[in-house]
């Protein structure tokens, strides 16, 4: 069990660029979100993946957000026309099959994201 | 509107002492409770959970207490060391979703 991975760690952008994030989950782990962590905040919920259906998404994601899980294994987060707003740490974390309904999701260290 | 409110915002402890971070749910739907610590530059780590059924869940130095009635939970640490230096986060969630909604974070600062 390695943990989540995320890649890059750290971006840096100009505004109106597209950036896209990959997340690689545990293994087996057929659970995958997106959360996104402003300073001095908790993370924020932004989509769900079970295996390669992304099945719920936060009114959080605008139209410029676009997630995608292929063959149910890596995730990407694309953020198109950045803005300064999109500043942020991005965060993914996995779970496995739900057990005994506990619901433990395990995060990858982030992408920070900064947009000057 | 924040669904899980998390005091206090900052929290200064002598080493040895008992740090105590306090958190509250207005969904009574909520049926699941973990704590996260969060390191620098690290992503959130869970720490410990209970679900309402339990009012006290203890693994190690960590004790999670759960007032149903008042819709309040709250981690304490016992013995607080300098490592354990680091945000702390409350969260909730509900059986059956898949989205946890977190506190606003208690930097927590155990000085030796």
Redesign the interface.
């Given at each position: 069990d390695t943990g989540?991975s995320?890649n890059p760690r750290h971006k840096i952008t100009k505004r109106g660029q597209n950036v896209t994030f990959r997340c690689d989950p545990i293994s087996e782990h057929n659970?995958l979100?997106w959360?996104r962590q402003t300073l001095?905040?908790?993370?924020?919920?932004l989509t769900?993946f079970q295996n390669e259906a992304q099945?719920?998404k936060?009114r959080l994601l605008s139209d410029r957000f676009s997630a995608e899980r292929p063959k149910g294994s890596f995730s990407t987060l694309e953020i198109q026309r950045t803005e300064q707003g999109d500043s942020a740490m991005y965060?993914c974390?996995s779970s496995p099959i739900r057990t005994s309904?506990?619901?433990?999701?395990?995060?990858?260290?982030?992408t920070r994201l900064t947009v000057t | 509107q924040q669904q899980?409110k998390?005091s206090p915002q900052s929290l200064i402890v002598q080493k040895g002492g008992i740090s105590i971070i306090n958190c509250a749910y207005e969904n009574t739907a909520f049926d699941?409770f973990?704590w996260?610590q969060q390191f620098p530059?690290?992503?959130?780590?869970?720490l410990i959970?209970i679900r309402p059924d339990v009012s006290e869940k203890k693994e190690g130095r960590f004790t999670i207490s759960f007032n149903k009635s008042a819709k309040q939970f709250s981690l304490h640490i016992m013995d607080s060391q300098p490592g354990d230096s680091a945000t702390y986060?409350c969260?909730a969630?509900i059986?059956g979703a898949?989205?946890?909604?977190?506190?606003?974070?208690t930097r927590l600062t155990v000085i030796p």
């Open positions: 989540v995320q659970r979100y959360y001095g905040q908790g993370p924020e919920f769900y099945l719920e936060s965060l974390a309904g506990n619901y433990e999701q395990y995060f990858g260290p982030g | 899980v998390q699941y973990p996260y530059g690290k992503g959130p780590a869970l959970a986060f969260a969630i059986t898949n989205n946890l909604f977190f506190g606003t974070g």
